[in-house]
């Protein structure tokens, strides 16, 4: 079992910087637009050869109501007819990737997020399914990991009852903040009793795993009343908590200026939220996976990391990092292979590219042999905690401190610090680190540099 980690302030304080969180590397600021669909259907045409499993990621941006800290694609809307000729232009590029690729390749995971994907009405929610059935080979024995993003506040027992009926079997509920004065300040009024309602019908309905979203970070939150949070969450015994740190950046995403700034904790009170956090999850016998994520000890997360198994792609921390992540709908994206590329993010372009018979691929890059090698380091540590350079060496055939020998002195320099372990055949990053996971993560990004840190929230 991995050591528990440990809370080191002064080292949180010299480490805690901006950088990605690594769901990809390189990370999507470095797409670029001469990435096209040519690309896109010679990847599927080598993943179709290869006939590798699929995890598809499917978008739907309607919500009915708009959350100021939300920095997704998302479209606010009273009209729920805007979501018909949304699903027909979804539909068509259903379609025209699945032509692409071998009806034996099986959907071994299967996510719907947003937006609000419980947006849809029942009938729509069926007609989607019954299209990707048509044209992908999703598992009818439950063995699949079929996960959908709920806000409790849009579905009801009827909704989780078709959602199972239709071969889900895993919900993540945004929650947030239970405390009302919270919920105010961001715009999303949602009780305890809505959450737990869902919750109550997703296990009697048989839902093989419940996840709960959590952000501390937001305005009006204090230490004190974050926490009674929490302990109500963990009395909801959810499988795997996320807790995120909020990213104010109203410059970048125009709800957020709806948020008075003058709110907001201060840094020492959010330092102090997440301390409290990870010491009630702990001390209820949750797991710390790593990038706020947190599992009870016998979820397939927590399992994968013991057997390091555990990956990480653009939905989180998974075990189907070995499938090929088909993206769909509007900027959704897909790593199939050593491409990584992106839907156009405007929903109007979306829609009349595929209204025109075009895949709406606007952005991309094509993983090169350096970028693949740091990939690895970076999936190694970020998801172990740990990394053996003999494994590095023989699958790219190079000396790793030679490779890397630019970068011994910060690593030593982190290794004086506690934060890793350093020795001559692997890195370990310690109990006092793994918090600080990203800054370690960041010394092997050969594009940090170049970037604007602005970009990027806060690793604490």
């Not at 079929?146 to 959602?163: H, K």
């Not at 699958?395 to 630019?406: E, K, L, T, V």
């Amino acid at each position: 079992m991995l050591d528990a980690i440990r809370w080191d302030s002064d080292l949180i304080r010299r480490y805690d910087l901006a950088g990605p969180r690594y769901t990809s590397y390189p990370t999507a600021v470095q797409f670029h637009g001469q990435v096209g669909t040519f690309d896109l259907f010679h990847a599927l045409r080598d993943s179709r050869k290869a006939q590798r499993p699929l995890s598809l990621y499917v978008h739907v941006p309607f919500c009915a109501n708009i959350c100021y800290y939300c920095a997704c694609n998302k479209v606010i809307t009273k009209d729920r007819g805007r979501a018909q000729p949304y699903l027909q232009r979804l539909e068509q590029e259903i379609q025209l990737i699945a032509c692409h690729l071998d009806p034996a390749q099986t959907v071994e995971q299967l996510h719907f997020g947003g937006g609000t994907p419980t947006f849809l009405s029942h009938d729509e929610l069926r007609q989607l399914m019954a299209h990707l059935r048509k044209h992908f080979n999703l598992l009818n024995d439950d063995s699949g990991d079929y996960g959908i993003e709920i806000d409790p506040r849009e579905a009801d027992w009827s909704t989780m009852g078709l959602l199972r009926e239709l071969g889900f079997n895993r919900v993540s509920i945004g929650l947030q903040d239970l405390d009302p004065a919270v919920q105010r300040a961001v715009n999303r009024l949602q009780s305890l009793e809505e959450t737990r309602a869902v919750i109550d019908a997703a296990r009697t309905l048989q839902f093989r795993s419940i996840n709960i979203d959590l952000i501390y970070g937001l305005p009006k939150q204090t230490p004190d009343n974050f926490a009674r949070t929490v302990e109500e969450v963990i009395s909801l015994q959810p499988d795997r908590l996320s807790v995120f740190n909020y990213a104010h950046l109203p410059e970048r995403f125009m709800p957020q200026r709806r948020i008075n700034s003058l709110d907001l904790p201060s840094p020492a009170h959010k330092l102090e939220m997440l301390q409290r956090t990870i010491e009630q999850l702990t001390a209820a016998g949750y797991r710390y996976i790593g990038m706020d994520h947190f599992a009870l000890p016998d979820d397939e997360l927590a399992i994968a990391q013991e057997e390091q198994t555990l990956q990480r792609n653009f939905q989180g921390y998974t075990t189907h990092g070995h499938c090929d992540l088909i993206g769909l709908g509007v900027s959704a994206i897909s790593q199939i292979g050593d491409l990584y590329c992106q839907n156009s993010s405007d929903l109007t372009a979306y829609q009349n590219s595929l209204a025109s018979a075009q895949l709406a691929t606007s952005r991309g890059l094509v993983c090169n042999a350096d970028d693949r090698l740091r990939r690895a380091v970076i999936q190694q540590l970020i998801c172990n905690f740990k990394l053996e350079f003999a494994e590095i060496e023989q699958q790219f055939n190079i000396d790793f401190q030679g490779y890397f020998g630019a970068l011994w002195p910060q690593l030593q320099g982190m290794a004086e610090d506690g934060l890793i372990r350093l020795e001559r055949e692997r890195i370990e990053v310690l109990p006092a680190g793994r918090l600080l996971v990203r800054s370690v993560c960041m010394v092997f990004d050969a594009y940090l540099e170049q970037q604007n840190r602005q970009r990027f929230s806060r690793v604490i």
